[in-house]
């Protein structure tokens, strides 16, 4: 069965310092790979989607198949960077069920 | 468009007792998934509905059943409610079934089981 790491529950950074929030997976297939956050008092929504390609807020992820990681990266952190971000993960032909990671709270600190 | 909606907001029942979620997706959106979030966890998908079918389900007890009506809108039904049941349930809709379809959540219905 498919499965989603992210091995932090807390990161803490510096306003201006580079963010890297970690995510490994586990599938044989090909995967879709996504990036949600959830800001306080609002709603989980989309970051990005490997397949966009796109950089979103400034943050951007790259499917590493070799090493089944989808980590998501921002060179400079921004204190209204601070939310939970979630990694997922879709199954090729697997309707939209999304597999999710525990999340990490990113906290970014003045 | 207010986007997903979700009533009610927050539920106490207590073990054994039946409960009844309700979600509305965006205008136009046709397929729904339910996903239970415990505390300190990510969001497990529990079904999905496409076109008023169940398109997928996932690893939940039968006590978890769901159906979706005319209008798209859905109901999540849990019987026999236990404690482990506490959670965010929260309701997602999406345009299609699937196909790179981006999935909108909404703010989630939290259920207490005493």
């Known amino acids: 069965a498919q499965r989603v790491t992210q091995p932090e529950k807390l990161l803490s950074v510096f306003k201006g310092a580079p963010v890297e929030l970690k995510c490994n997976y586990s599938?044989?297939?090909?995967?879709?790979l996504f990036w949600y956050v959830q800001y306080s008092r609002q709603r989980l929504q989309l970051l990005l989607r490997?397949?966009s390609r796109e950089s979103i807020k400034g943050f951007t992820a790259d499917l590493n198949k070799g090493e089944t990681s989808f980590h998501l990266k921002k060179p400079f952190a921004q204190e209204e960077d601070s939310a939970m971000y979630y990694c997922?993960?879709?199954?090729?032909?697997?309707?939209?069920?999304?597999?999710f990671g525990t999340g990490t709270q990113l906290k970014v600190e003045l | 468009d207010a986007g997903v909606t979700q009533s009610p907001t927050h539920l106490i029942k207590t073990r054994g007792q039946h409960v009844t979620l309700r979600c509305s997706p965006i205008?136009?959106?046709?397929?729904v998934s339910w996903y239970q979030q415990v505390l300190g966890q990510g969001p497990q998908f529990i079904f999905q509905?496409?076109?008023?079918?169940?398109?997928g389900r996932g690893n939940f007890p039968d006590r978890f059943s769901a159906r979706q009506f005319p209008n798209y809108s859905s109901e999540l039904n849990v019987n026999a409610l236990l404690l482990g049941d506490s959670a965010l349930y929260l309701c997602?809709?999406?345009?299609?079934?699937?196909?790179?379809?981006?999935?909108?959540f909404g703010p989630g219905t939290r259920l207490t089981v005493l």
């Open positions: 490997h397949i």
């Open positions: 997922a993960l879709r199954l090729t032909g697997g309707g939209n069920k999304l597999t």
């Open positions: 509905y496409y076109e008023k079918e169940e398109r």
């Open positions: 997602a809709s999406s345009l299609v079934f699937s196909g790179g379809d981006t999935q909108y």
């Open positions: 205008s136009g959106h046709k397929s």
């Open positions: 599938y044989s297939g090909s995967p879709e």
